[in-house]
């Protein structure tokens, strides 16, 4: 049993800066970033593999989002630039055995941190 724990969820600003970390108990899975707003489906947002060598995001973030590891702290970053409106979301972190789009194949998932980004 793989446990996850998010941090760095909060209130900015449009056009402003989050992090987002998820604390593992393990370090050997691809790691997930999906976020879920109000009335909406759960979607994908980044992906990363064990290694850190292979990313994948949604067209929606790219290029404003960084997904990032460091296996020694067990961590997954989640840089949020250019946050928009439609960022507002709670994000959620998840483990698997590769990397994918679809939130179905992921093992594990953390308990959630908010996000919301103001006009």
């Known amino acids: 049993q793989v446990q996850l724990v998010e941090f760095g969820g909060g209130l900015v600003q449009a056009g402003g800066s989050l992090r987002l970390s998820c604390a593992a108990s393990?370090?050997?899975?691809?790691m997930g970033w999906f976020r879920q707003a109000p009335g909406k489906d759960r979607e994908f947002v980044a992906t990363i593999n064990w290694s850190g060598g292979l990313t994948y995001y949604a067209d929606s973030v790219k290029g404003r989002f960084t997904i990032s590891r460091e296996n020694a702290k067990r961590t997954v970053y989640l840089q949020m630039n250019s946050l928009k409106p439609e960022d507002t979301a709670v994000y959620y972190c998840?483990?698997?055995?590769?990397?994918?789009?679809?939130?179905?194949?992921?093992?594990?998932w953390g308990q959630g941190t908010q996000v919301t980004v103001s006009s």
């Open positions: 393990e370090s050997s899975y691809a």
């Open positions: 998840a483990a698997g055995n590769l990397v994918r789009t679809d939130a179905t194949l992921y093992d594990y």
